[in-house]
């Protein structure tokens, strides 16, 4: 299957984004095969810094540092697939400027509520960033479910128990990007976070 088969948008309703960079996994996977669900915050704005465009993608480079952290033994995009571990984008298209708007968010969360359908087997949703937790959060609420992550800092609410669709949501931080090699605090929350859903999914 290839999630981008599936998953389409229609009329690129956002303002704040650019569809150039507009984003799908089309790799072939098995959905049945993925137990961790891995959404950061929107695609980059060159398509080349993708997940899965190679090892030179500057979101590969991080997320393996990420994963790698977490003491995940992997030396390539396809060993973290190997897991059981899909990444995808809350927003689907890379961003024009700093932020992405509420309405930006509602949009695509569409998209990725489609998206996160294709896989039956989830057991942990790792929400990295705000982004990915409104997305997630909006879903739910358009499907009458309660709120999966409640308001607040991220730093106070990591570690909670939370539930999304019957597993597990995890919010944590963005680790796609050049910030990623700054953020040494919020580095070591991350990788905190991909262990506990390593664990979480065996």
Same mark, same amino acid.
């Given at each position: 299957?290839?999630?981008?088969?599936?998953?389409?948008?229609?009329?690129?309703?956002?303002?704040?984004?650019?569809?150039?960079?507009?984003?799908? /996994?089309?790799?072939?996977?098995? /959905?049945?095969?993925?137990?961790?669900?891995?959404?950061?915050?929107?695609?980059?704005?060159?398509?080349?810094?993708?997940?899965?465009?190679?090892?030179?993608?500057?979101?590969?480079?991080?997320?393996?540092?990420?994963?790698?952290?977490?003491?995940?033994?992997?030396?390539?995009?396809?060993?973290?697939?190997?897991?059981?571990?899909?990444?995808?984008?809350?927003?689907?298209?890379?961003?024009?400027?700093?932020?992405?708007?509420?309405?930006?968010?509602?949009?695509?969360?569409?998209?990725?509520? $489609?998206?996160?359908?294709?896989? #039956?087997?989830?057991?942990?949703?790792?929400?990295?960033?705000?982004?990915?937790?409104?997305?997630?959060?909006?879903?739910?609420?358009?499907?009458?479910? /309660?709120?999966?992550? /409640?308001?607040?800092?991220?730093?106070?609410?990591?570690?909670?128990?939370?539930?999304?669709?019957?597993?597990?949501?995890? #919010?944590?931080?963005?680790?796609?990007?050049?910030?990623?090699?700054?953020?040494?605090?919020?580095?070591?929350?991350?990788?905190?976070?991909?262990? $506990?859903?390593?664990?979480?999914?065996?």
């Amino acid at each position: 299957m290839k999630p981008n088969a599936t998953v389409k948008c229609a009329d690129f309703p956002c303002t704040d984004t650019s569809r150039l960079g507009y984003l799908v /996994p089309g790799l072939e996977i098995d /959905p049945a095969r993925v137990s961790i669900l891995l959404i950061s915050e929107a695609a980059p704005v060159k398509p080349l810094d993708y997940y899965y465009a190679g090892a030179d993608a500057l979101f590969a480079q991080t997320t393996l540092l990420a994963f790698q952290d977490a003491g995940a033994m992997v030396e390539s995009i396809q060993d973290i697939l190997d897991l059981g571990v899909y990444l995808t984008t809350a927003v689907k298209c890379g961003k024009t400027g700093y932020g992405i708007a509420t309405q930006t968010i509602e949009n695509c969360s569409h998209l990725l509520e $489609k998206e996160l359908a294709l896989f #039956p087997n989830v057991k942990a949703y790792l929400l990295m960033g705000d982004v990915a937790i409104k997305a997630v959060n909006m879903i739910a609420k358009r499907n009458h479910a /309660p709120r999966v992550i /409640p308001a607040g800092s991220t730093y106070k609410i990591r570690g909670g128990e939370f539930t999304f669709r019957g597993a597990h949501a995890l #919010p944590s931080y963005v680790q796609a990007g050049p910030a990623f090699f700054v953020e040494k605090v919020k580095r070591k929350m991350i990788a905190e976070d991909i262990r $506990k859903a390593l664990v979480l999914a065996q």
